[in-house]
């Protein structure tokens, strides 16, 4: 199994600012997820971040909008870029586990309101 | 659009009773996972199931799927107030060798 950390935990913004997402694994990971969850939903997925190649981004999710960088296999950020009340969510991070199957280990979250 | 449909959407049970969740999905998969997120936090992998599985055990869970159907049910026995969370099915992303879909959800709240 892995271990993963996400920072912060939950934070308050202003409308047209942006915040940065932190998501550290204890073991080296290929495949990492961004996902969206608003207030009651499942889970979105944004983008899938692989080290050394551009994200892959889900349809209706954007670069500009949700920029995401991986530069080694144990990191990853997600940066929400000038907020709005909509971008009010849990974001989490996961990896991908196992050789043959697809089970995903998921970070904490990051609790995000924006007013 | 999401794979898994799941229902109820909202189940309330008193402690020691069993609670049963169901799972739609639509395409073809080789295996199907449940997965429980406590209030606002991260997933937590519960288990998963073959396709050529028709049921799966670990401890107070049993999970069945029938990919004639393509549903599957989680059942909780004996449930307890920690048992407390909301419950996603998921299923492979067609297309995607490790991308997963995430079905609706449902909250489960057991009573003391």
């Known amino acids: 199994s892995a271990v993963i950390s996400q920072k912060p935990s939950r934070d308050i913004c202003q409308r047209g600012t942006s915040l940065t997402i932190q998501c550290q694994v204890d073991?080296?990971?290929?495949?990492m997820f961004w996902y969206r969850q608003q207030p009651g939903q499942s889970l979105t997925l944004i983008a899938t971040?692989?080290?050394?190649?551009?994200?892959?981004?889900e349809s209706g999710f954007v670069i500009d909008k949700f920029p995401i960088s991986r530069p080694n296999l144990t990191f990853s950020t997600l940066t929400v870029s000038n907020m709005s009340p909509e971008d009010s969510s849990i974001y989490l991070c996961?990896?991908?586990?196992?050789?043959?199957?697809?089970?995903?280990?998921f970070g904490p979250g990051t609790r995000l309101t924006v007013l | 659009s999401q794979q898994g449909e799941e229902d109820p959407q909202a189940l309330s049970i008193q402690e020691g009773e069993n609670a049963t969740m169901n799972c739609s999905y639509k395409?073809?998969?080789?295996?199907l996972q449940w997965y429980r997120q406590n209030s606002g936090r991260g997933l937590v992998h519960l288990i998963l199931?073959?396709?050529?599985?028709r049921e799966k055990h670990s401890g107070r869970l049993r999970v069945t799927l029938d990919t004639s159907k393509k549903s599957s049910s989680l059942l909780i026995t004996a449930s307890r107030a920690a048992d407390t969370a909301s419950y996603f099915c998921?299923?492979?992303?067609?297309?995607?060798?490790?991308?997963?879909?995430f079905g609706s959800g449902t909250q489960l709240t057991v009573l003391p």
């Open positions: 996961s990896v991908g586990w196992g050789s043959q199957e697809n089970e995903q280990f």
């Open positions: 395409t073809s998969i080789n295996n």
């Open positions: 998921a299923t492979p992303t067609s297309g995607s060798a490790r991308q997963l879909t």
């Open positions: 199931i073959r396709s050529n599985e």
């Open positions: 971040a692989n080290q050394g190649s551009e994200a892959t981004y």
């Open positions: 073991s080296q990971v290929t495949m």
